[in-house]
C-alpha cells in the first residue's frame, strides 16, 4: 500500500458530463502529481502541486480540466464537458520530504459514452 | 524532449528463470533518474528499482537488477528467479534532476509468468 487513495476507482459518464475525480495523499506528500495513461500507454503527465500551488501544466490540460489542491492535503481533477477521447486511466502520485519516489493511487477509470 | 521507449510490448518467462526488459530513452541532459515501476492488474503501480544517472555502479534491488549504459542511452531490468507476482505491467520511466519530478514514461512491457 501506498498510501495515496483515490476515488472512484471506476466511473461511467455521458458525453457532456462533468466529472470530479479525487485523491488523498497522506500528509507528508507536499507535491502530487496527475497523470493520464490510457490503453496501451505510459502514464502522460498532466499537472502537478507543490503544496496548495500549482506549479505546472501540460498542454495536454485543456481549458475543460482544472485540478485544485487546497490546503495542500486532497486534490481534486474536474472534467468540464466530458468527451470520448477523455476515457482513460487518471493516476496520482505523491513524493514526501526530498524523496525521488513516487508514491502512486491505484487511478480512477474514466469511461465516457 | 525527452523520450522512452520499450520495444517488447509482451514478454513471458518459466518461474524461476531470469528475464530482461529492455529500455532505450533519449534526452540532451546529463544528470537525471531512471526508473522500473511495476502496475501488477487493478493495483497500484510501485517502484521496483532505480538509478542516478552519475552513477557509474548498477542497481539491484533483491532479484532485480539494471543494466545501465549511459553512452548507448540504454537502460534494462533483469529479473532474476522469476516468480508468479512478478507477473504486471513494466514501464520504464525517465526524470531530469532539474526542475519538478514529472516522469516520462515508456509504453510498458506485460511480463508473463508461466508456472
Known amino acids: 500500500d501506498t498510501g495515496v487513495s483515490q476515488d472512484p476507482r471506476h466511473k461511467i459518464t455521458k458525453r457532456g458530463q462533468n466529472v470530479t475525480f479525487r485523491c488523498d495523499p497522506i500528509?507528508?506528500?507536499?507535491?502530487l502529481y496527475w497523470y493520464r495513461q490510457t490503453l496501451g500507454q505510459g502514464p502522460e503527465f498532466l499537472t502537478y502541486?507543490?503544496?496548495?500551488?500549482?506549479?505546472?501544466k501540460s498542454r495536454l490540460l485543456s481549458d475543460r480540466f482544472s485540478a485544485e489542491r487546497p490546503k495542500g492535503s486532497f486534490s481534486t481533477l474536474e472534467i468540464q464537458r466530458t468527451e470520448q477521447g477523455d476515457s482513460a486511466m487518471y493516476l496520482c502520485?505523491?513524493?514526501?520530504?526530498?524523496?525521488?519516489?513516487?508514491?502512486f493511487g491505484q487511478g480512477t477509470r474514466l469511461t465516457v459514452v | 524532449a525527452q523520450t522512452v521507449t520499450q520495444s517488447q510490448p509482451e514478454m513471458s518467462v518459466q518461474e524461476a528463470e531470469t528475464v530482461t526488459l529492455s529500455c532505450t530513452y533519449d534526452?540532451?541532459?546529463?544528470?537525471?533518474?531512471l526508473f522500473w515501476y511495476k502496475q501488477p492488474p487493478s493495483r497500484q503501480m510501485i517502484l521496483v528499482i532505480r538509478?542516478?544517472?552519475?552513477?557509474?555502479q548498477n542497481a539491484t534491488e533483491n532479484r532485480f537488477s539494471v543494466n545501465f549504459q549511459k553512452a548507448a542511452k540504454s537502460f534494462s531490468l533483469k529479473i532474476s528467479d522469476s516468480q508468479l507476482g512478478d507477473a504486471a505491467m513494466y514501464f520504464c520511466?525517465?526524470?531530469?534532476?532539474?526542475?519538478?519530478?514529472?516522469?516520462?514514461f515508456g509504453t510498458g512491457t506485460r511480463l508473463t509468468i508461466i508456472p
Open positions: 502520485a505523491g513524493y514526501r520530504g526530498s524523496g525521488t519516489e513516487a508514491f
Open positions: 500528509s507528508e506528500h507536499n507535491r
Open positions: 502541486f507543490q503544496n496548495e500551488a500549482q506549479l505546472e
Open positions: 534526452t540532451s541532459e546529463s544528470d537525471y533518474y
Open positions: 538509478q542516478e544517472a552519475y552513477k557509474q
Open positions: 520511466a525517465y526524470r531530469g534532476n532539474f526542475g519538478n519530478e514529472k516522469l516520462t
